[in-house]
């Protein structure tokens, strides 16, 4: 189905990309949520591109599937020069814990918690 695009420019058309499961903390993940909620696209893979964090790498991914997405769903390509796409909501959810014991001193065992979580991203146009 192809959309005018009159209709995407009047109209705001939203998409969104989750990933689930991802094996690191949400506490880690959303410093780098903070970076980049409600920011333009251009800009925020030019900060995650910056960042050394790990998660910066899964955010990049996922915006860059959002925005497929949002190309799919408006029917217009994205330019950097024409559209203006913002970040209209991050969510970071936790997932699974999975728990493990680690050899401690005197025949104790102390418990580890690995920690995963649900990433989800939302794009709108203005």
């Given at each position: 189905?192809?959309?005018?695009n ?12 989750t990933?689930?499961g ?19 696209l ?26 497929s ?39 104790r ?11 989800m ?6």
């Open positions: 189905m192809i959309i005018s009159n209709y995407a420019k009047k109209n705001k058309i939203m998409a969104s990309a990933l689930k991802v094996s690191i903390s949400p506490r880690k993940l959303r410093l780098v949520a903070d970076l980049i909620r409600y920011e333009e251009k800009n925020a893979l030019n900060i995650l591109s910056n960042s050394k964090k790990k998660g910066a790498i899964i955010f990049k991914k996922l915006i860059i599937s959002s925005l997405n949002w190309t799919k769903k408006s029917g217009i390509d994205y330019d950097s020069k024409n559209e203006f796409i913002y970040i209209k909501e991050i969510r970071v959810d936790q997932g699974k814990v999975l728990k493990r014991i680690q050899p401690a001193p005197q025949g065992g102390h418990r580890i918690k690995k920690k995963s979580s649900h990433i991203i939302c794009i709108q146009n203005k």
